[in-house]
């Protein structure tokens, strides 16, 4: 039997060594395990990297502050032919590895993201508190994007898609790295959402600062597109893009 595709995790961390270590207990107990886990130390003042290190993960450090600039720094550092990333303080599923890969098995894909529900706050609003956040997002991020968008919570890519946009994307602390790499990639790669509760994260993302400042980034990373990808220029040249795609694929 051949054997699969490379596969990488990629987990930025910044001060989130209890989280760390959780979420590390979760890929460890993967039906698919990864073949490495990049851990990018962000420049923490705790012990995550010594967390990292325990657990059997290769720590990369990246001294320039902000998400973007360690998601980067792992991505690049990464060896995986596949590269599926999450954040420090989410919880996947047991099947959350093997249901990614399954993804990216379709070769006219090259990038899937999923949701996801919240793992602590009042436990009859967990559910229902994480489908408004994302519903929100979505509602927001859609229509900015022209299709759907990635959540760096839970996503992956192929390594020939990170090293096409590579050098496009913003690495600004103020922008949101997930949706800048989604208007980077969603021009000339297809992006997919995958069903299913396969993921699980802190609630602390609706703490009414972080929500303020989550929100502010997002509309940041936005204007950091324009005018170039003003919405409706943006679909027209995603018309365009898709309507090559088509005649491609008819000519074969």
Known sequence: MPAGPLVSVVIPV????????????????????????????NDSTDDSADIARAAGARVVFCGERGIPAATATGYDAARGELILRLDADSLPAPTWIATMVEALADPDVDAVT????????????????????????NAFAFPALGHTPLWGSNMAFRRAAW??????????????DDLDLAYHLGLR?????????HMRVSSRTV???RFVRCFRRGAGTVF?????????????????????????????
């Open 189 to 197: 790669h297809r992006i997919r959402r995958v069903p299913g509760r």
């Open 207 to 209: 703490e009414p600062r």
């Open 14 to 41: 910044l001060d989130d060594g209890p989280h760390l270590w959780r979420c590390l207990r979760a890929l460890a107990a993967q039906t698919l395990i990864a073949d490495e886990i990049v851990v990018v130390d």
């Open 163 to 176: 090293d096409a946009v590579r050098h496009e994307v913003h690495l600004d602390p103020e922008v949101h």
């Open 224 to 252: 950091a597109h324009w005018p170039r990808d003003i919405p409706p220029v943006r679909w027209a040249r995603l018309a365009r893009a898709r309507r090559r795609a088509a005649g491609t694929g008819a000519a074969r």
């Open 114 to 137: 999923g949701g996801a529900v919240f793992h602590d706050g009042p436990r009859s609003q967990r559910v229902t508190m994480a489908r408004a956040f994302l519903g929100t997002y």
